[in-house]
């Protein structure tokens, strides 16, 4: 037994979270029904899409034994920006653009505060969270309306793919198709390309990395890159499907990001992580929520208290296994 955990250590948290997944599904079928139909895999996918882009982004600087506090207020600042943009009569397509731009910038700043001048990674996104928060504040404290014929929401334009029995329709939006593709995308380049060996080799032994004369200091300022501009895409496709934008969007968003990259298996200390666990870790989250409200005995408050014990149980658990492995 000792044995198969020290070889599949790794990937024992993220079968965790699938098995708890499926438990969960389970368990809201037989508690209240109505869980395994349509209608709820499409709200669970188009409600947790912008999530999912956030996981992954996430899962690229955790991986290295990073962290980035700071993308929540980027969706905030982007947002923003991008709506007051377009009802100022800028080309949509143009603002969209644009705000992934400006997500992928915030990120090249911490990257560069990480490497180039020795910042931790909490301190130097906390400064962008911050950053991104007073900006969002500046340019506007009052919720922002996105006109109702603009083209940014063809992002939550639904496609009916299956219709079903009453209101048990498969139900999917070109915000849920991109945000697959970002999954697709983050797959290929995280375990098939050299940034992705890359990245895993930093957080295995940045300095073993260093030694081995792989480009260090450039891939961890492009992961900082990679979690900005997902979450510029990730503001795109949460502001297109509310149509609001406000100062106060996104706040707690990182740590969500973050419990669901934990949940999926990706080690805080680096080196372990997989894109496909943090989608599951952040789906696991979507459909707590799906389960509480169903409940509707359970305040919202709950929300936060079982993630917290979700995220320790997962994070004890991949102690015990790091344990396993180091002494064989």
């Known amino acids: ?30 508690a209240y029904g109505r869980i395994l139909q349509f209608s709820t895999l499409s709200n669970l996918l188009i409600n947790n899409a912008h999530l999912v882009i956030l996981a992954v982004g996430l899962t690229f600087v955790i991986v290295t034994g990073g962290i980035d506090l700071s993308v929540g207020a980027v969706i905030a600042f982007t947002s923003v920006t991008g709506v007051l943009l377009a009802n100022a009569g800028w080309n949509p397509w143009l603002v969209m653009v644009l705000m992934v731009v400006i997500g992928g910038a915030f990120g090249l700043a911490s990257g560069i505060l990480v490497e180039y001048f020795g910042v931790q990674p909490f301190i130097a996104t906390l400064a962008m969270m911050f950053l991104a928060r007073g900006l969002a504040s500046t340019l506007s404290t009052n919720p922002e309306r996105l006109a109702d014929d603009s ?106 990001a973050i419990a669901a990259v934990v949940i999926g298996g990706t080690l805080l200390t680096g080196g372990v992580g997989y894109v496909a666990g943090s989608v599951v ?24 208290i079982i993630t917290g014990g979700i995220v320790l149980v997962f994070v004890l658990l991949q102690r015990g296994l790091s344990v396993v492995r180091r002494n064989p």
Do not use: C
């Open 1 to 30: 037994m000792k044995q198969f955990l020290q070889h599949r250590a790794a990937t024992l948290p993220t079968i965790g979270a699938v098995v708890i997944f499926v438990a969960m599904i389970a368990y809201g079928e037989i």
């Open 151 to 256: 083209p940014i929401r063809l992002i939550a334009a639904e496609w009916k793919l299956v219709d079903g029995p009453k209101v048990n329709d498969l139900i999917l939006t070109p915000g849920v198709l991109i945000a697959a593709i970002v999954v697709l995308g983050a797959w290929f380049v995280l375990h098939r390309t050299r940034l992705g060996r890359t990245v895993y080799a930093i957080g295995g032994s940045e300095p073993s990395a260093l030694l081995m004369g792989l480009p260090v200091w450039r891939t961890k300022v492009w992961v900082y890159v990679i979690s900005g501009t997902l979450a510029g895409v990730a503001a795109v496709v949460y502001t297109a499907r509310l149509g609001i934008a406000q100062n106060i969007t996104g706040i707690g968003w990182e740590l969500d």
């Open 281 to 304: 870790g952040a789906l696991v989250l979507g459909l707590m929520i799906v389960l509480i409200t169903r409940d509707g005995k359970i305040p919202p408050e709950m929300t936060t």
